[in-house]
């Protein structure tokens, strides 16, 4: 299978730079999968699992916030947080759940309520697919 270059950057760091034959994003409008080759492609990002394909055993990450583009030439991540799934503690994860539900509480208004409700229910799920994954993976 064809390779491409592939970027995931943090804020802190250079997350992931190699050669890989697929990445799966979670995108805000849903999944998407990227191919050598792609014709040019913005998305924003929720929080999810990404997973990289490519030699040996596919690497998957918690990502939440910022954004994926792809063109033929490559693809690069941005995003705001970027945790190999092996290195989530549950206890960060429930954190981050309890964070936006308190969010949703102190909403002052219909749309910010709508949007931070948004965030908590892609929050939760996400959550549910690595806890899915890691049973899975035992």
Partial sequence: MATFPFELVSPERLVY?????????????????????HAPFVSTLK?????IKGDGA??????R???AEANPQGLTVLAETAIPLAELRAENLAKMIRD???????????????SRQQFL????????????????SH
Avoid: H, N, Y
């Fill in 17 to 37: 730079s190699g050669a890989v034959t697929e990445v799966i994003v979670p995108g805000t409008e849903g999944e998407f999968g990227i191919l050598a080759g």
């Fill in 47 to 51: 929080p999810g699992v990404l997973t």
């Fill in 58 to 63: 596919a690497k998957k990450l918690f990502v």
């Fill in 65 to 67: 916030g910022g954004f």
């Fill in 100 to 114: 936006a539900q308190e969010d949703v509480e102190d909403a002052r208004d219909e749309t910010t309520r709508a």
């Fill in 121 to 136: 229910e892609q929050l939760t799920s996400a959550a549910a697919a690595i806890e899915a994954d890691a049973r899975l």
